[in-house]
């Protein structure tokens, strides 16, 4: 197993969360397991039926319930599934559907360990969903629908609104296309191997929350979003989240979510971001991703949590951390930017606030690329009993700022100069695994992960290594004693 799994296992264990890979299967019905590369695996139970659906060579006249009698619309295949079933319904590789979306779903499954799982059969490409809806896929309302549901290897893409696409439409951005929104409450929910690219945004929260309590079990592993934007002065997100108790985000990659420079009023804001965790959420687990390009944050975890070993490059905010007890370790912060020339930014990890105590630790924050106002590691005003100690804070204009009380900010190595090589980007990360010297094409090979392209040298986990190497550390070594 690999160790992030093991992390993550360990985690979703102290915070109660569901562990699909722990639980044994039931007898006659379906079960959801992770196998030694970290994927989630399924096993289809004797009484579980399985709905096909291919667009190249299905038709809804069809039964459907085989690969060489596949029905053709997503719609159609939604209607045979059962409610409160563990069904599946598999989408074809390879095939395109253009103007269908799952939309609103009218079902939900049995339980944790027994869900729905929508996913793919045969070999290519992931299934693409070209969108023009309201909603590519989603819940809504004071019912179950939505609930324990794996949404699972399937690509969705609002081709309307890409401006390199030759069907761009300005009348398009007019109204709302979300990838996704969930409104219900969940108890338990998989997102695994999905890409979402250049819908106004993606959320998942539960507005009843007073009545019902808060979502929990949401599970988001290896998925990318990407290029999510508003032009018409609305807030956008590469994922919104409100009103969830647990929160697991392990190896995604959220990248240039909340402005998109060729589009007439999708200009960067201080409102749109790759990632808002609102702080009536509880403590999320955010571990290996990636947070790259975003409008204004990266990562805003508003009621903290569990951050670790994620990559955070050219965000004007890295990291937003406040709220409940939590810990910040082990991270990369590099090449943080200003909004624009209005909105100064430059910040790596702003505690802000805090009920504490944040812990921020063994994290490696290098070359701040913003305005003067930047910091490494702000403790806002108000933060009390928090503590930045063994990070390695190099080329940042003002490292440290403690504008709280009774904070711990030392020991700490700032700005040493006997490094092995203090200068590695993720630029030079990509040379040394035979790519171009840029970000941009770091990038674009990432958001091309997938389950059957997955590459471990275009995870986050892998970029830290090598630039904690050139700072001569390890996961789980110690800044140099000369540290101040």
Not at 74 to 94: N, V
Not at 141 to 169: C, H, K, M, T, W
Not at 177 to 197: P, T, V, Y
């Amino acid at each position: 197993m690999p160790r992030s799994t093991g992390i993550l296992i360990a985690i979703l264990l102290s915070v109660g969360t569901t562990v699909p890979s722990l639980r044994a299967a039931p007898a006659a019905t379906s079960s959801v397991n992770v196998d030694s590369s970290g994927w989630t695996i399924f096993t289809l139970g004797a009484n579980s039926r399985t709905v096909y659906v291919s667009s190249s060579s299905g038709s809804d006249s069809k039964h459907g319930f085989s690969p060489n009698a596949p029905v053709a619309s997503i719609a159609k295949g939604l209607s045979l599934l059962r409610q409160g079933s563990a069904d599946w319904l598999l989408l074809k590789k390879g095939d395109t559907w253009r103007g269908q979306q799952f939309g609103v779903l009218p079902i939900h499954g049995r339980s944790a360990s027994e869900p729905i799982l929508i996913s793919t059969f045969g070999t290519g490409a992931r299934p693409l969903i070209e969108t023009n809806g309201s909603v590519a896929v989603g819940s809504l309302g004071n019912n179950q629908n939505g609930d324990f549901i794996a949404l699972v290897g399937i690509e969705f893409y609002a081709y309307l609104r890409d401006p390199n696409n030759p069907n761009f439409s300005a009348a398009a951005l007019a109204r709302q296309q979300a990838g996704f929104q969930f409104l219900n409450k969940i108890n338990w929910f998989l997102m695994e191997d999905c890409k979402f690219s250049f819908y106004d945004g993606n959320a998942i929260q539960y507005p009843n929350v007073d009545t019902g309590g808060m979502s929990k079990n949401v599970i988001l592993r290896r998925n990318v979003f990407e290029n999510s934007y508003n032009s018409n002065g609305g807030h956008s997100q590469g994922l919104y989240v409100d009103n969830v108790a647990n929160l697991v985000l392990e190896g995604n990659l959220f990248d240039h979510n909340g402005w998109n420079s060729s589009v007439a009023g999708a200009n960067p804001t201080v409102f749109n971001h790759d990632l808002y965790i609102q702080t009536t959420s509880g403590p999320a687990t955010l571990i290996d991703n990636i947070f790259a390009n975003a409008s204004s944050h990266g990562a805003q975890v508003r009621n903290g949590g569990i951050v670790s070993d994620n990559l955070f490059v050219h965000d004007p905010i890295e990291l937003l951390i406040g709220g409940t007890a939590s810990a910040v370790s082990d991270n990369v912060f590099t090449d943080s930017n200003d909004i624009d020339s209005l909105n100064p930014r430059g910040y790596a990890i702003d505690v802000n606030p805090s009920k504490g105590p944040i812990q921020i630790h063994r994290n490696i924050i290098v070359r701040g690329a913003g305005s003067s106002d930047g910091h490494g590691i702000l403790f806002a005003a108000g933060t009390v009993g928090n503590a930045a100690t063994h990070n390695i804070i190099y080329g940042w204009k003002n490292p440290i700022v403690d504008n709280g009380i009774a904070n711990v900010t030392s020991p700490n190595s700032i700005d040493l100069r006997d490094y092995p090589d203090a200068e590695r980007s993720v630029e030079r990360y990509n040379v040394s695994i035979g790519g171009k010297p840029t970000l941009s094409d770091f990038l674009a090979e990432a958001r091309k992960q997938s389950r059957d392209n997955w590459r471990p040298s275009y995870t986050a986990r892998a970029v830290n290594e090598y630039i904690r190497a050139g700072f001569g550390t390890d996961l789980h070594d110690q800044p140099s004693a000369k540290a101040r």
